[in-house]
């Protein structure tokens, strides 16, 4: 499946920016220790208006400039091979 994510050369200039890097980081209201986190997992909060407005004022870029399709991990839900269909057995007294 795939999401929408900030390309390579954005993130890059994320980490690489300190000034850019606190613009996002306020604009998604995280700390300087979390975003580090959300760039390495190209985290889709990352996609946020307020976020993709701060990078296109600062970088003078166009969306289509900032965004790419990521492939996105998928995860196994703990116990889905459980048969949830049987009926539930309740003792009586």
């Given at each position: 499946?795939?999401?929408l994510g900030l390309n390579k050369k954005v993130l890059e200039k994320i980490k690489a920016d300190p000034v850019?890097?606190?613009?996002?980081?306020?604009?998604?209201?995280?700390?300087s220790l979390t975003l580090p986190l959300l760039l390495k997992k190209n985290h889709p909060k990352l996609?946020?208006?307020?976020?993709l407005m701060a990078i296109?004022?600062?970088?003078?870029?166009?969306?289509?400039d900032i965004l790419?399709?990521?492939?996105?991990?998928?995860?196994k839900v703990r116990g889905s091979n459980i048969n949830t269909s049987l009926p539930i057995m309740q003792e009586t007294l």
């Open positions: 499946m795939k999401r850019l890097f606190g613009m996002v980081a306020k604009a998604l209201h995280v700390s996609t946020q208006i307020e976020s296109k004022e600062y970088l003078g870029v166009q969306d289509k790419c399709a990521v492939q996105q991990k998928e995860k």
